[in-house]
């Protein structure tokens, strides 16, 4: 027996229900780095808009003194730059339904089957495209897909812009890097000695003393990016699978050394290892993760902006005047804003153990 259309537009409805959350579920909260960010207590809730818009600050004020009988204040206006601008990006994906195939499914069973089997397909796309954007810099996709971890965290610090400030004057700019001289975070007012070419790290172990090298360089990012009093609870560190295996080998390369795994578990269900308790998330380079870099990331100031009113949401049916076909669109709409760069910091040219 055919369904009636009524009958069609609630199997619809019922079922779209039932799979958004699964959708998010299965996209965005099975990439443990989105996971991250979403659960994050510093995450941000909009609805509707085109820009988001943030003061800046560049250093402190001298704004405060101690004092006794007699003495004055002279107030001092805080240094913000001004008010920048960070884009709401915005994506979605089709569910279509031919009249063909409604025809050819007109039984219950059928049609479910079917609508569950487009889901699935949309499911597996977003998914993909949310696997590989965590990682871009905004230029993809003609620059309409978000900034990710490479354009905030740049392997090209002094270049390009931070919410269209400059990082070629603007220092302030720019994330934690070593150059073989400076150790950040460097200079807000002057352009770091050394240069702004990254140090590689090379050799994550040395087998000859059996020490492993990179902790003396995980030392210095951590050093550079955490101060005294910072909840270290926002922090993880990411990078490619080939350099999260050599670090994994430190325990039984290096005798005495041990890492332990990191309490916490994702969605995913990957206990991951750790540096000073902060878990070393991993990725492929098939994924878009850059073979041996490692980044240390803040979620209290690398913050998710979230539509809420079109985050994983379904449109109404649309139908095109010329074609006997309609469709409806998951819509995924969101930022990554990073609020202090100087908080975030990189390694690179990280290679397999090896003995000098």
Known sequence: MSLTLAQTNEIVASTMEKYETELINQTIM???????????????TLSGGYRIRLPVIRQNSDNFMWFGMGDTFNPQRQEILGWSYATIKQGAGDV???????????????????????????????????NTVVWGDGTEHGGKSPVGLTGHIST??????????????????????????????????????GGTSLQPVGAMINLTSHYP?????????????????DDVN???????????????????????????????????GITNITYKKRPIMWDTVENGA???????????????????????????????????????????????????????????????????
């Open 290 to 356: 850059p073979s041996g870099e490692l980044r240390l990331v803040n979620s209290n100031y690398m913050v998710m902006y979230v539509d809420s009113s079109n985050f994983f949401k379904w449109t109404d049916w649309r139908s095109p005047y010329d074609a006997l076909v309609q469709a409806k669109f998951l819509l995924v709409r969101f930022a990554l804003v990073d609020l202090m760069p100087s908080k975030h910091g990189l390694l690179t040219g990280i290679t397999a153990p090896a003995t000098p």
């Open 96 to 130: 279509t339904l031919e009249y063909l195939e409604l025809l050819q499914n007109s039984g219950e069973g059928q049609f479910v089957s079917l609508l569950e089997a487009k889901i699935g397909e949309v499911e597996q796309t977003v998914k993909q495209n949310l």
């Open 213 to 229: 090298t990179i902790w003396t360089n995980l030392t210095s990012l951590w050093n550079g990016c955490v101060t005294q009093g």
């Open 30 to 44: 099975a990439t443990p780095t989105w996971e991250w960010f979403l659960r994050s207590p510093r995450r941000k």
């Open 156 to 193: 090209s610090p002094a270049t390009g812009t931070y919410l269209g400030w400059s990082r070629a004057t603007e220092y302030w700019t720019r994330p934690w890097f070593w150059n073989n001289v400076n150790y950040g975070p460097h200079p807000k007012d002057q352009d770091p000695s």
């Open 234 to 268: 926002g922090i993880f560190f990411i990078t490619d699978l080939a350099t999260h295996e050599w670090y994994e080998q430190i325990p039984a390369r290096c005798p005495g050394f041990e890492i332990p795994s990191y309490e916490g578990t994702f969605n995913s």
